[in-house]
């Protein structure tokens, strides 16, 4: 049987199923909440009380765990492959949630913990996977194109948390777009990891 890569190799295009793994990492940088809004609302916390300061050792933190978690999540997906990206894609709504409640600065320090996570294996696994979906003759292609679509991501995640945060919307509604777009973010991995099955078996 033939890998969904080899089977394009022929004609050197992108398959719906790389489309699929693309538009689900899409949903899934859109409903994660920005790392910056979370620094923002630390920043509301802190500077009344002139600890600023902490605002930069919070990113530092992000950053702290984003490093070894990427080497983890890397090890995990030469194991477990495809599967194992469904455990960053659930972990994209805790942060968002800790972030967007009536936070205090525990709550964002969880956070900004849960946002490191996440961002590491967004990092190292995320594009990893890219190649179970291309064929060789376009993976430059594919990897552009995955790579505008985290961006353009992560842009409207941007826009809509902190159109949120500026209109003080119900605590409900962020839960229900967080949970929604992280839910079919899920699905739509799911549905593109169910047409690589057989040959990530194979192989």
Do not use: C, H
């Amino acid at each position: 049987l033939e890998t969904i890569s080899e089977k394009n190799e022929s004609v050197g295009k992108l398959g719906k199923p790389f489309y699929i793994y693309t538009f689900a990492v899409l949903l899934n940088t859109t409903g994660l909440i920005p790392f910056e809004l979370i620094l923002y609302k630390a920043n509301t916390i802190l500077e009344p009380i002139s600890q600023i300061w902490i605002v930069p050792l919070i990113y530092t933190l992000i950053q702290g765990v984003d490093a070894p978690i990427a080497l983890f999540a890397g090890v995990a997906y030469d194991k477990f492959k495809i599967r194992v990206l469904i455990l960053p894609f659930a972990l994209s709504i805790i942060p968002t949630l800790l972030a967007m409640a009536n936070a205090n600065m525990s709550m964002l320090i969880a956070a900004a913990v849960f946002f490191g996570l996440v961002l590491g294996m967004q990092e190292s696994i995320y594009r990893a996977a890219v190649p179970n979906f291309a064929p060789i003759s376009s993976r430059g292609t594919a990897y552009g194109v995955f790579s505008t679509a985290y961006g353009i991501g992560m842009l409207i995640s941007g826009a809509i948390y902190g159109l949120m945060a500026q209109l003080n919307m119900l605590y409900s509604a962020v839960i229900a777009y967080a949970v929604v777009t992280q839910t079919a973010a899920i699905a739509l991995l799911l549905n593109a990891y169910s047409k690589t099955k057989i040959s990530e078996i194979i192989n």
